[in-house]
Structures are given as structure tokens and as C-alpha cells.
């Protein structure tokens, strides 16, 4: 096994391997990283269920859910569109990541 850089670690969930200072998020992460106030089951319902139509794009390590930072955007720009169609097409102004509809 290769020798990591010094200052990374690294955590095994299974024989998946995630690196510490990736891009992956945990949903604690995920939640903290969402303006405004989300709770943890609200990201891993976004995960398994979705939310109008629209699933927050996610990865197993192990037990564990982990969501890219960029998963989230991806989410929130999607979420947005699929709102606006369903008003036919009236865009409303909110803040970053859709606002607080949710």
C-alpha cells in the first residue's frame, strides 16, 4: 500500500476509502453546509426519497451516506427547475440553494 502525503488521513468504511480532505460530505456535513436550518433525517430523506420529483444524489460507505458538495448544488439548481416548471415557468428570486421552502 502506497504511503499517503503527509497531513492526509484516511478512513475505511468497508472497502470503500474515503480520504479526509475530499470533496465527500457526511449528512451532518451535508446539513451544516445548507444555509439556513436543516436537520440530518431532512438531507437523508432528500437522499432516499427526494423531494418533489428531485433526488439529493448520494453514496454508500458502508452504513454511511456521503454527498459531494457539488451533489448539493446539482440538487438545489434541479429542485429550482422543477419548481419553476411547475409554476409554469415564473421564476422567483430566492437566496443561494432555493431559499426556505423546504
Known amino acids: ?10 478512513k475505511t468504511y468497508g472497502s ?10 457526511t449528512l451532518s456535513q451535508a446539513a451544516r453546509a445548507v444555509p439556513g436550518r436543516v436537520s440530518v433525517p431532512t438531507v437523508w430523506r432528500w437522499a432516499v426519497h427526494g423531494v418533489g420529483g428531485v433526488r439529493l444524489r448520494s453514496a454508500r460507505a ?12 446539482e440538487f438545489y439548481s ?6 419553476e416548471a411547475e409554476r409554469g415557468g415564473v421564476h422567483c428570486e430566492t437566496t443561494k440553494f432555493g431559499g426556505g421552502e423546504y
Do not use: D, H, P, Q
Open 1 to 10: 500500500m502506497a504511503a499517503l502525503a503527509c497531513g492526509t488521513s484516511r
Open 16 to 25: 470503500f476509502i474515503m480520504n479526509t480532505e475530499s470533496e465527500y460530505l
Open 62 to 73: 458502508g452504513r454511511k451516506f456521503v454527498i459531494k458538495r457539488e451533489w448539493l448544488e
Open 78 to 83: 434541479e429542485l429550482g427547475a422543477a419548481r
